[in-house]
Structure formats: C-alpha cells, structure tokens
C-alpha cells in the first residue's frame, strides 16, 4: 500500500498521537524504562499535538495510508546553543512495519532542506537509528546529553549543508 507525505493538519493530531505513542513503544523498549512507556496517555499526547499544530504550524509532515498515520518528522530553528547548524530535527518517527519501505526517506526530505544544514539527537544506544541517519549525511560530532525523561544518553549528529544522500 502507499503512503503519502502530507503537512499535519488537525484532521491528523489524534492519529499522529497515536502513532507517536506506537512508535515509542516499539523502538524504545529496553532503552527507556518501561514505566514510562506503559504511562502514555493517547488522548494527552493527542491534545500536545493540537497545542504543537497551533503554536509551529508548518514543521511537522505526516505519512499518511487510508486514514492511519504511519510515521512523522518535526524540524525548527535549532535549540542548541551555540547554534550548530540552523535547523534541526527534533523527532523522526516511523511505525516497525515500515520500517525499510522509503517512509523515514521522504519523511526526511520533507521536513528539512537538504540544501540547509540540520543537527539532530539520538540515543546512543540505538545503532539502527545512527545506521540510517549516517545512509542521509548526518555524522556524529561529538556532543552528548541526557535525555529530558529518561537517564538515557543522546549523540548529536550533524548534517552539513548540500549532503543528500
């Protein structure tokens, strides 16, 4: 079946919350401690995305099959500081069974310029999410953070301007 990419829209905030929810639980578990997974509320996440959709309208795509939303991607101005780069993508989501199907590719290229540099964070302990974004440009460069909600470690990696990959 095909997906679409499509800019969040409120016809999608409880589908997106969902998703998003999922997506946690299926590449997260053993990295983030259990209780917080299990602790998700979809009709929370759901008014967070609504209250996201109002305050940044245009930096969240979606990839939509049917009525379902699969994956999403949400870039801004980066919050590092110094600024590394201009842009950063703040979450790039993609449900298991999609995973290899092109889904987290276009989701990429819609939500940041290959044409502008991008940092992003990632944990460290998650190699298959490295693995991809090394395949788009993205190198690690050295920086390392706690997460805000779990005591897991974040990498930054770094996009330079141009790389498309």
């Known amino acids: ?96 069974q999609w995973y290899g199907t092109g889904v987290a590719h276009d989701l990429l290229n819609a939500a940041v310029d290959p044409q502008v540099g991008c940092s992003l964070w990632v944990f460290e302990e998650n190699p298959r999410a490295q693995s991809f974004y090394r395949k788009h440009g993205f190198e690690l460069d050295g920086a390392r953070k706690v997460e805000a909600f779990t005591p897991a470690i974040q990498v930054r990696m770094v996009r330079e301007p141009g790389v498309l990959r």
């Open 1 to 96: 079946m095909n997906w679409r990419i499509t800019p969040l829209a409120a016809e999608y905030t409880y589908r997106a919350a969902e998703c998003h929810i999922a997506c946690w639980r299926e590449a997260y578990r053993g990295l983030v401690p259990a209780q917080l997974l299990d602790a998700f509320d979809v009709d929370r996440r759901a008014e967070q995305w609504e209250r996201q959709l109002r305050k940044y309208p245009d930096a969240t795509w979606v990839a939509v099959v049917g009525d379902q939303v699969i994956g999403f991607a949400t870039a801004s101005a980066t919050r590092d500081i110094p600024p590394v780069p201009p842009m950063e993508l703040n979450a790039m989501y993609v449900r298991s």
